[in-house]
């Protein structure tokens, strides 16, 4: 079975800029998560997805949003991009995203210049 | 929110060497995972441990939730084991993760 997938892999932006990242969960999963990783620290929670509904949002300005689609893949929009928005994005899915697993995608490295 | 702290922040083993990370938690949690992030930034999942113990190969690991600490174990570490290791955990739909535990195995 296919594991967590995104895309793209590396994406390079100028500040502000805008960017759409996507995700595509494990088949079956109906809860998708969005994490930013800055360099050497550990991945913080934007947002989680379950049934097209925002569930969860942590502690990131309305520059960031993202949607959930009928097949449960899912995109991260940045808006009015920042030096500081440079991080790996991290998407992660489960079954139903409260008390279990959660399994990670590759990431999107993302670079602002 | 909940706050999670890992330790040691680094580590350096010889190869075959066992050793113990650990990951502290401040509130009571329904969810906690270990994961192993490679140099390629892949987030591996190693166990999902709200409590217990579990060993899977070389690597066990056990909450004490009472306690809010989970320990991981690794033995006879090979050059492969090397990279961050995270534990992360909350409660309802958002895992908060530590700082991570660096670790270099070498020869």
């Known amino acids: 079975d296919a594991g967590v997938t995104q895309s793209p892999t590396h994406l390079i932006k100028t500040r502000g800029q805008q960017v759409t990242l996507r995700c595509s969960p494990i088949s079956g999963h109906k809860s998708v998560s969005w994490y930013q990783q800055v360099l050497g620290q550990g991945p913080q929670f934007i947002f989680q997805?379950?049934?097209?509904?925002?569930?969860g949002r942590g502690n990131f300005p309305d520059r960031f949003s993202a949607r959930q689609f009928p097949n449960y893949s899912s995109e991260l929009n940045v808006n009015a991009l920042l030096l500081g928005d440079s991080a790996l994005y991290l998407c992660?899915?489960?079954?139903?995203?409260?008390?279990?697993?959660?399994?990670f995608g590759p990431g999107t490295r993302l670079l602002v210049l | 929110g909940i706050q999670v702290e890992q330790s040691p922040p680094d580590l350096i083993l010889q190869e075959g060497a066992n050793s113990t990370l650990r990951c502290n938690f401040s509130?009571?949690?329904?969810?906690l995972q270990w994961f192993h992030q490679n140099p390629w930034g892949q987030l591996i999942n190693l166990f999902y441990?709200?409590?217990g113990t579990k060993q899977n190969g070389r690597l066990s690991a056990t909450t004490v939730a009472t306690e809010r600490y989970s320990l991981l174990y690794i033995s006879s570490s090979q050059t492969t084991d090397s990279g961050v290791y995270f534990c992360?955990?909350?409660?309802?739909?958002?895992?908060?993760f530590g700082t991570g535990t660096q670790l270099k195995v070498e020869l």
């Open positions: 509130d009571s949690v329904n969810n």
């Open positions: 997805y379950y049934e097209k509904e925002e569930r």
């Open positions: 992660a899915s489960s079954l139903t995203g409260i008390g279990e697993t959660q399994y």
């Open positions: 992360a955990t909350g409660g309802g739909n958002k895992l908060t």
């Open positions: 441990i709200p409590s």
